[in-house]
Structure formats: C-alpha cells, structure tokens
C-alpha cells in the first residue's frame, strides 16, 4: 500500500491532496481526496484510479468527483488517462537471468 501527500500553502489560502493505493501483483487501485482552505476546510472532490502493468508499460485511469458547487469552489470534474514506459533491462517480466547483479569470473 502507498500513501501520497501534498499540501500547498498560497497567502491565505491552504491545498491538500491526498492519494492511497494499493498494488495487487500487475493491477492497483486507489481512492484520493482533495480539500481546501479559504475561510473553513472544505472537501472538494474525490477519485478513484486504476493501474495496470504489463512488461515496461504501466497504464492508467483516474476519475475526479466534485463536491462542491463549481459557482462555490472551482472544483472541475477530472478524467486522467496515462501511459508510462520503462527502459530498465531489469524489469519486463523480471527478465530471468537479470534479477541479480553478476560480474565475469576473472
């Protein structure tokens, strides 16, 4: 399970983002939360996400949910899709030989 955080302090004004997933093998799901400070803290918006790895890819799915009137706290409806590809020679399916570091016999 991964926990992430931010928090953004502008003048008077306070943003925390806060992200937990969890990694089930090749597939990860998450919730995060969103909340602001102007004159009282406030929850924003919620998200749900979903990941998926397969050999040096990783894809992924996040969906933002307002809370708020938009008119009250600008909290807009997110959709977020992303592709990640790793160049490690380590990691597609743990590439057998390369697990461990080895140096030749000499």
């Given amino acids: 399970m991964y926990l992430y955080g931010s928090i953004t302090k502008f003048e008077k004004s306070l943003q925390i983002s806060i992200s937990e997933e969890v990694q089930l093998g090749s597939f990860s799901l998450g919730l995060s939360q ?5 004159n009282t803290l406030n929850l924003i918006n919620l998200g749900v996400l979903f990941g998926l ?5 990783d894809f992924g799915f996040q969906y933002n949910i307002p809370l708020r009137q938009i008119n009250t706290v600008f909290a807009p ?3 977020e899709f992303n592709i990640s590809f790793d160049f490690s020679v380590y990691r597609r399916n743990n590439r057998g030989g390369y697990k461990r570091l ?3 016999n000499y």
């Fill in 34 to 38: 969103q909340a602001s400070k102007l």
């Fill in 53 to 57: 790895s397969v050999e040096n890819f």
């Fill in 77 to 79: 409806s997110i959709f």
């Fill in 102 to 104: 080895s140096i030749d």
